[in-house]
């Protein structure tokens, strides 16, 4: 669990515990493992507080009269061991430097504790590890939770020594109908671990002719019920089934039977890999869980007058996967429980560590880059508006020029305008000729260094291409002499036009 930079993890030598035999002759079992704590920054914490619950949880309705019913729920616990790794003290916090903080813990788990199972919404029984971080005053506490589960295996009469023994034997089912057909259903082993695969094989003989298989069903199937032990369920036994594979071969998978050679065919039933999808085969005082194979094959005639259906179960059993490290068949016997491996818990503090590290470089890259982006994008939103700010700056520059471009050609039309300078324009009435014009002072200067010799201009264009300022054409002078001087420089698209 994390926040605000602080990672609570509750690390486990193993999460799923196994019981060998039953309640009377189990040693029971260990669990083992270590608290880690990582906070970024120094931190007050008031107490670290580890606890193991188990609980049983059972409910069921009782019918009454015209129709009604009463629901009763009851909720039993079965273990309660606390660890306490900072005690709280009066008016005082810890202070807890910033790095990782670890805490070992160790309790034995007796060997008659009921096994995790859940029989529908009837019994549930479930063990759950809870670590809890107490902050001072009002700041909120740091909360992990573990669940562990624990499985029991049964040491039946008929097993001479575990693993071997009755369960690693073939299983076989030999049959025969009615002097017209034999078959035969095999197994290369009874018992199967979580994600195993069930290999079937399925032999039919016919002892007459004219017979086929029309439809051929397997379905995998899971058994459980409670026992009406302490009064519960109201005297009667309550139970619960579901189907974990089920598969069907047709008429179009299937051809017909000859009697001289004999019809096989082989199937692959999966077994789910998860403790949530199925449970592992349990024998209790108040709990059985059971697992069966059931098998359904529709035989007709040639002319399918009649139709007949053989039926045959095939238990199996599911049990978890051994370990290496698990005891022998006599130190059970013998009291002796799980044995500790100190080199299996440096490992196992180790690889904690390496996590952790792992997780905080990734936490400090995953920040790099969104720094990067962020500044990224400051980078590109300020590009941006020094972009919108150069166009702004050319779109005025541009309306600047068309509106004295409209203001010049005016004044070489003869339209009145507004006078902007105070000094007025003047010409010379002593002079012979009546094309030499002068222009203001503030004129004079631009228009000799900047003089245009004469050039020939087209014809005025249409009304509609004169409202335009890039359109508008000078009219032509009345003499041969040179175009009175302007303001400013024409552009390129008044020439080009021109």
Not at 96 to 123: K, T, W
Not at 348 to 373: A, F, G, S
Not at 399 to 417: F, K, P
Request: charged share 20%; aromatic share 8%; glycine share 4%.
């Amino acid at each position: 669990m994390g926040f605000s930079g602080t990672v609570v993890n509750i690390d486990l030598e193993n999460d799923h515990l196994i019981m060998h035999g039953n309640a009377n002759e189990s040693p029971g079992c260990v669990l083992r493992g270590v608290l880690n704590l990582h906070l970024k920054q120094p931190t007050k914490v008031k107490s670290i507080i580890l606890t193991l619950t188990g609980t049983i949880q059972i409910s069921w309705t009782q019918p009454l009269a015209h129709g009604h019913e009463q629901f009763f729920r009851a909720e039993k616990t079965v273990v309660s061991h606390q660890w306490i790794f900072l005690r709280p003290q009066y008016a005082r916090s810890h202070q807890l430097s910033s790095g990782n903080h670890s805490y070992e813990f160790e309790c034995f788990m007796a060997g008659d504790l009921p096994e995790s199972i859940r029989v529908a919404q009837f019994y549930f029984c479930q063990y759950q590890l809870k670590a809890t971080i107490q902050r001072p005053h009002f700041l909120p506490k740091y909360a992990c939770r573990r669940l562990v589960h624990v499985t029991r295996q049964q040491l039946h009469p008929a097993i001479s020594s575990f693993p071997g023994g009755a369960m690693m034997e073939p299983v076989t089912i030999t049959q025969r109908w009615v002097d017209q057909l034999d078959y035969r259903i095999s197994l290369p082993s009874k018992l199967y671990h979580h994600g195993n695969v069930m290999p079937v094989t399925l032999r039919l003989q016919p002892l007459v002719p004219g017979l086929f298989v029309r439809q051929l069903t397997c379905t995998f199937k899971e058994y459980a019920s409670c026992k009406p032990v302490n009064g519960w369920f109201g005297g009667r036994t309550r139970s619960h089934r579901k189907i974990l594979y089920y598969v069907r071969k047709g008429q179009s998978s299937i051809t017909a039977l000859s009697s001289s050679d004999p019809w096989c065919i082989h199937l692959a039933i999966p077994v789910p890999e998860t403790l949530d999808d199925i449970q592992c085969d349990t024998y209790s005082d108040s709990v059985r869980v059971r697992h069966k194979l059931k098998f359904v094959i529709s035989i007709a005639n040639a002319g399918g007058s009649s139709l007949v259906e053989l039926r045959a179960v095939l238990p199996v059993v599911i049990q978890a996967k051994a370990s290496a490290l698990l005891p022998s068949y006599e130190q059970c016997h013998d009291g002796q429980s799980f044995p500790y491996d100190p080199a299996l818990m440096v490992a196992l503090l180790r690889r904690n560590e390496q996590q952790q590290q792992q997780q905080q470089q990734q936490r400090e890259e995953e920040e790099d880059q969104r720094r990067q982006n962020s500044s990224s994008q400051q980078s590109l939103s300020t590009q941006q508006q020094q972009q919108q700010q150069q166009r702004r700056r050319r779109l005025l520059h541009h309306r600047r020029m068309s509106c004295s471009i409209d203001h010049d050609i005016q004044q070489q039309r003869g339209t009145e305008v507004p006078a902007t300078d105070s000094s007025p324009t003047t010409t010379n009435s002593n002079s012979n000729s009546s094309n030499n014009t002068t222009t203001p002072t503030s004129e004079r200067g631009y228009g000799r260094r900047f003089a245009f010799h004469r050039m020939s201009l087209p014809l005025p264009l249409p009304s509609f291409s004169q409202h335009h300022p890039s359109h508008h054409v000078l009219p032509a002078p009345a003499s041969n002499d040179i175009i009175p001087t302007l303001s400013r420089l024409p552009t390129y698209e008044e020439i080009h036009c021109h």
